[in-house]
């Protein structure tokens, strides 16, 4: 990946782990914290926590607030862990958490089974309560995982989904979108509020016009530095249906598009794709797109901004592990009624490809003159993840599921076929919007971690399959999705 690509940075968290003073014994707070600490090693969290601040490493005097912040701060934490190691202090958990502004979860270790002749050491769950209390009066939106012991599935499951949404959060709010160039004049579909976009969500729109690319393909397609990315590509896929000249106007335009993002630590990019840039270059830019896409910035086509929005949000869910692909909804599959084809001209990454197949590029076979160069493969089989971010009206939603691949006929382009458990139900909900024919997917059951991510965006979730109660029901352990 591109070194400035956020969903694949390492995440910080600050370790608030806190206890009632006066009330429950500090040296029980201390092994509850202790443990904690342990489970989050052994899952890989990186975190800072409290040590320095006393000599227990506890939260409970509100005082302290302001140096953890200050300290949390320093140490450049994406969100806050409150962890009650017994009932806790909930003024000072307050404080920090509504100075950092960042994403905040919440929980603490199951008590143990009362004994009848001693004093209940911790009663952890009545100290959550209060403190959820205290955030909501605060504004502050939250992640809790049930009360539960360390051990717990739902305890792993909970922390790992906690940091995908924190990582969809980071990664959505403050985005630099690319724009190159207006989107076709046919596809009103794909307008977009910018004003909107940066008011609400800090998503900034960073124009440039297409001459300005071409005019930079063309100077340096005769380079060195364009011949050794034509031999690159040659390594990777098969380029016999592609003439020389194309293939190194291709190239140069992957490596010109490539410095753009770069200078401009861009997120994602929406590029008008068609007609002016086969007028210009005499090429088309879909495998170009595609490359780029597997170096951790998506490309979306028509010039869709929301939709680049959409692929950054499904690749920041899957921490980076894997590239998304931007694609049409185009046509049902022919026997299965609840089956789709998600395809395109040609820009799926090359990662995604089956391995069963045999990638290649061509010209493009939907133009009179089969200009290059388009990917020509299907994608390999697993679960997805499908969504799409769009507004209008001033309402913002993401439709948000998944579906599994499946067989079905072949056909040019990128392409795969999934089955829904009820695709009518999907078609109906994208008819009536607010979205369009373009979604991202991303390899995997990312569902939870994007519905979870959108409450520190402030975007509305519309769940299809799973629903909502589904994935609440997935985060409380109750089932599997």
């Not at 409150?82 to 199951?110: I, Q, S």
């Not at 133009?367 to 799409?388: C, F, N």
């Amino acid at each position: 990946m591109l070194s400035h690509v956020k969903s694949a940075l390492p995440l910080k968290v600050g370790y608030l782990p806190t206890h009632r003073r006066g009330v429950f014994k500090i040296e029980v707070a201390r092994s509850e914290k202790e443990k904690i600490e342990r489970k989050l090693q052994a899952l890989g969290v990186d975190y800072v926590g409290l040590d320095w601040l006393n000599e227990h490493g506890l939260l409970y005097d509100p005082a302290d607030a302001e140096a953890v912040v200050q300290r949390f701060s320093q140490e450049g934490v994406a969100a806050v862990f409150a962890a009650h190691c017994d009932f806790g202090m909930e003024v000072p958990v307050g404080r920090v958490c509504k100075a950092l502004g960042k994403p905040v979860l919440l929980w603490g270790p199951r008590d143990e089974r009362p004994e009848p002749d001693r004093v209940r050491e911790r009663d952890t769950q009545c100290g959550l309560f209060a403190t959820s209390k205290l955030l909501r009066r605060l504004g502050l939106p939250f992640t809790y995982i049930v009360n539960c012991r360390l051990e717990d599935e739902v305890f792993a499951r909970g922390v790992d989904n906690f940091l995908r949404a924190v990582n969809v959060a980071r990664c959505v709010r403050g985005a630099r979108i690319g724009q190159i160039d207006t989107r076709p004049a046919p596809f009103t579909s794909t307008m977009c509020n910018e004003s909107e976009l940066l008011e609400r969500f800090d998503i900034e729109v960073v124009p440039t016009a297409l001459s300005g690319i071409t005019s930079g393909v063309l100077e340096r397609e005769d380079s060195a530095e364009v011949t050794g990315e034509v031999e690159a590509i040659r390594t990777k896929v098969d380029t016999g249906d592609v003439q020389e000249k194309g293939l190194r106007r291709v190239a140069s335009m992957k490596l010109v598009m490539q410095e753009w993002i770069v200078a401009n630590r861009l997120d994602g990019v929406a590029i008008q794709c068609w007609p002016t840039l086969q007028d210009l270059l005499g090429i088309c830019c879909c495998f170009a797109d595609g490359e780029l896409t597997d170096l951790g910035v998506p490309v979306a086509c028509e010039t869709d901004v929301n939709g680049a929005v959409t692929a950054v949000a499904l690749q920041a869910a899957a921490r980076g592990d894997s590239a998304v692909f931007f694609a049409d909804l185009t046509v049902r599959h022919p026997d299965d009624d609840n089956a789709e084809l998600l395809w395109h001209c040609g820009p799926f990454p090359l990662s995604l490809a089956d391995p069963e197949c045999s990638p290649r590029i061509s010209g493009h076979y939907m133009q009179p003159k089969r200009l290059p160069a388009v990917g020509m493969w299907r994608l390999k089989e697993g679960a997805v993840t499908i969504g799409r971010f769009d507004g209008d009206h001033g309402r913002y939603t993401f439709l948000l599921g998944h579906a599994q691949t499946c067989s079905g006929p072949e056909t040019p382009g990128n392409y795969v076929w999934v089955r829904m458990g009820n695709w009518p139900l999907w078609e109906e909900r994208l008819i009536y919007g607010p979205y369009i024919h373009h979604v991202a997917g991303a390899y995997g059951k990312l569902a939870p971690a994007v519905y979870e991510g959108l409450k520190y965006l402030g975007v509305e979730p519309d769940l299809v399959e799973p629903d909502e109660e589904q994935v609440r029901a997935y985060l409380r352990g109750q089932c599997d999705l």
